[in-house]
């Protein structure tokens, strides 16, 4: 079965300096990979998704991932963050026709 | 044109009483779920349907959870005999179709004392 870990549950960060948030992933099949993001008292909203292709995926707000198959991985990284960048954010690995999510990684950026 | 959305936003309810939470799902979306997520545990999936016929049971905690379609785009969430470890924010989402992109709505958050 296929499923996800997010290996930080925090991760405070000062403004305008990079950020990775790590996500580690198990599957013996192809993958699709997910980032979401959910911002206070909202919704969650799609930042990225690598379905094939190139293995760097731009998204919105300035955030990317890497897929690296070798070591299951696909971190989400932001070479410079803002205040507004705060919220948790979410990996996930669809399953089926079902997205599968990780606990989830509250990005904390300190002034 | 218009999202996910779920009503109520915010729901308190006695232990032991029923719950339902509906979800409006994106007109022509084929594929819709129902999460719930809590506070360190990440979003788990409790059911989802193709249409209007309910496929997957399997993630639902338990049989007290249901899910209704009345309309292909229209979905109602049953709790019965709600209990203390039912509080949580519960996602609705929904999509065209395998390998669509998910949309989620804002979320209903119940509360049960």
């Known amino acids: 079965a296929q499923s996800v870990t997010q290996l930080d549950s925090q991760v405070p960060v000062f403004e305008e300096a990079p950020v990775e948030l790590r996500c580690n992933y198990s599957s013996s099949v192809s993958v699709y990979l997910f980032w979401y993001v959910q911002y206070p008292n909202q919704g969650l909203q799609l930042l990225l998704k690598y379905l094939s292709g190139s293995t760097l995926v731009k998204g919105i707000n300035g955030f990317e991932a890497e897929f690296n198959k070798s070591q299951t991985s696909f971190h989400l990284r932001k070479p410079s963050v803002h205040i507004s960048d705060t919220a948790e954010y979410f990996c996930?690995?669809?399953?089926?026709?079902?997205?599968?999510f990780g606990k989830g990684t509250r990005l904390h950026i300190l002034p | 044109g218009a999202g996910v959305s779920q009503s109520p936003r915010y729901k308190v309810a006695k232990r032991g009483r029923d719950v339902a939470l509906r979800c409006d799902s994106i007109s022509g979306h084929v594929t819709l779920y129902w999460y719930r997520q809590t506070l360190g545990q990440g979003s788990e999936v409790l059911t989802y349907?193709?249409?209007?016929?309910?496929?997957?049971k399997s993630g639902r905690p338990s049989g007290r959870f249901s899910a209704e379609r009345p309309e292909r785009s229209v979905s109602t969430l049953k709790i019965q005999r709600t209990e203390q470890g039912d509080s949580a924010v519960y996602l609705c989402?929904?999509?065209?179709?395998?390998?669509?992109?998910?949309?989620f709505g804002e979320g209903s958050w119940l509360t049960v004392v």
């Open positions: 989402a929904s999509s065209y179709g395998a390998g669509n992109t998910i949309y």
């Open positions: 349907s193709q249409s209007d016929a309910q496929r997957d």
């Open positions: 996930a690995v669809r399953r089926d026709d079902k997205i599968i």
